[in-house]
């Protein structure tokens, strides 16, 4: 080990009548810890809150929708194939049928967007409601169903007023001319399943039924209304959709979810970044009483830097000391901060519930918020941004200290000793 390194150890252990600046060091060290973890729990709780406000806004909005200008997609099969095929990013490709209807019951009228899908749709695992709390698809997709069944959302239930079991009327917006006169198109179904849970705003008015039965009922035998297109993570959209939109030119339309709804969730990332600058200041805080502590050890120091100057040392070797120094305290404080972080981030849903249980009290209304846990994400970009922010404003607040215990001339030191 080089003696720069041993001699920065030494000064971090004060002697007996130093203590005040052992105790600043200590101070220093909890400030970076202290803030580094906050940086980290806030951004995983914002990273959480972020996609699980983006699951109840845009609900089950697929990361991808092909479509085509004009009219159906009648090639779906060989798409489908196309994406899955040279897309390594690609989890599912699910077609579907959809139009704008009416739910009747009795007295009682709701708008929907009726959406045929297959069975291997992502929306059918979601929790439902069904008969005897058996399976929604074996429910959906009865091949002796009669009426045929359809799904609904749990607002559209409540509107309505009715639960599993019950038939309803469905109203598309087609019509036939008969000797009697235009007489719209009407089907009636039976209510198979009902979303456990409150979803979305456009989650509200989807209902779903077998593609197979929208294609004869609100589509065309031969064609689909578009593909939905799910990757394994919403990040990796924008260049999947880049690519895609230079393959599949028009008439074929090519939109991601940011390009549908992304301006909903442009104030979550403006107020992620906007706490973490705030956040950001804790640690530069912490970093000015690192700046005092060098300040004071320098001042305390002197004589023995001039001796070390005198038995050799150069300025570069003195500077060393102290950068290291500093360094030492922001390495500490940003190792235990990283550490205090992720532990209060991993475990923050159970740590939320324990003090619920604890001090009886609601922290955290899964009611309002719509989620059935406490959301904290860790990424681990955050984190990495978070460590090199922490070590690089350590690193600034040593430079001024160094350079002046650099700058000291020695026989000035030494004069009045």
């Not at 779903?208 to 799910?230: K, N």
């Not at 002197?302 to 360094?327: C, P, Q």
């Not at 159970?350 to 719509?370: K, N």
């Amino acid at each position: 080990m080089r003696y720069e390194w041993l001699i920065s150890l030494r000064y971090l252990r004060a002697k007996r009548k130093q203590t005040f600046i052992s105790v600043i060091s200590f101070i220093s060290v909890a400030g970076v810890t202290l803030g580094v973890a906050a940086l980290i729990l806030v951004l995983a709780i914002m990273t959480g809150f972020h996609d699980g406000v983006r699951q109840q806004i845009l609900g089950n909005i697929p990361h991808i929708l092909v479509q085509k200008h004009g009219g159906n997609l009648t090639d779906w099969s060989e798409r489908m194939q196309q994406i899955q095929d040279e897309f390594a990013e690609v989890r599912s490709v699910e077609p579907f049928v959809t139009k704008e209807a009416m739910l009747l019951v009795r007295e009682n009228v709701a708008p929907v967007k009726i959406k045929g899908v297959r069975s291997s749709h992502p929306v059918l695992q979601q929790r439902f409601v069904t008969r005897d709390e058996g399976s929604v698809v074996g429910a959906l997709f009865e091949p002796s169903g009669n009426p045929p069944g359809i799904v609904i959302a749990a607002d559209t239930a409540a509107s309505l007023g009715v639960s599993v079991g019950e038939r309803l009327s469905v109203i598309p917006p087609d019509f036939s001319l008969t000797p009697f006169g235009v007489i719209p198109k009407v089907r009636v179904f039976e209510v198979v399943a009902i979303a456990r849970h409150r979803g979305g705003f456009l989650d509200a008015y989807y209902a779903y039924i077998q593609l197979e039965e929208a294609q004869r009922f609100i589509g065309s035998p031969d064609g689909v209304s578009g593909l939905e297109v799910e990757l394994s993570g919403f990040d990796q959209t924008r260049q999947v959709v880049q690519k895609l939109s230079s393959e599949l030119t028009f008439p074929y339309s090519v939109r991601s979810w940011e390009d549908l709804f992304g301006s909903f969730l442009a104030a979550l990332k403006l107020e992620k970044l906007g706490l973490f600058i705030v956040l950001a200041i804790i640690v530069l805080v912490a970093a000015f009483n690192i700046g005092t502590t060098l300040i004071m050890v320098v001042m305390e120091k002197h004589k023995d830097i001039a001796i070390l100057r005198s038995m050799g040392a150069t300025s570069t070797s003195i500077l060393k000391i102290f950068v290291f120094e500093g360094l030492l305290i922001g390495v500490a404080g940003t190792a235990l901060g990283s550490g205090l972080g992720l532990t209060l981030a991993l475990n923050a849903d159970a740590m939320i519930t324990w003090l619920e249980r604890c001090f009886d009290v609601v922290l955290f209304d899964h009611a309002v918020y719509g989620m059935d846990h406490f959301p904290s994400q860790v990424v681990m970009a955050d984190v990495t941004a978070v460590v090199v922010t922490a070590l690089s404003i350590c690193l600034l607040a040593t430079v001024y200290p160094a350079l002046r215990a650099a700058r000291l001339d020695p026989a000035e030191s030494l004069r009045y000793e």
